[in-house]
């Protein structure tokens, strides 16, 4: 790879939280436990 480590997830870490918060949006609520909503409603209810 060219490119630096730090260069690559400067690029590729913001794409992927978009893409994390675009999924969380349009997961139904029978999403199943894997996906960020449903871990989030696991840990974040205590």
Not at 19 to 38: E, F, G, I, T
């Amino acid at each position: 790879m060219l490119m630096s480590w730090s260069t690559t997830f400067a690029i590729v870490i913001p794409i992927w939280w978009m893409a994390v918060r675009l999924s969380v949006l349009a997961a139904p609520p029978w999403s199943p436990p894997w996906s960020p909503m449903s871990s989030c409603r696991l840990t974040c209810e205590d």
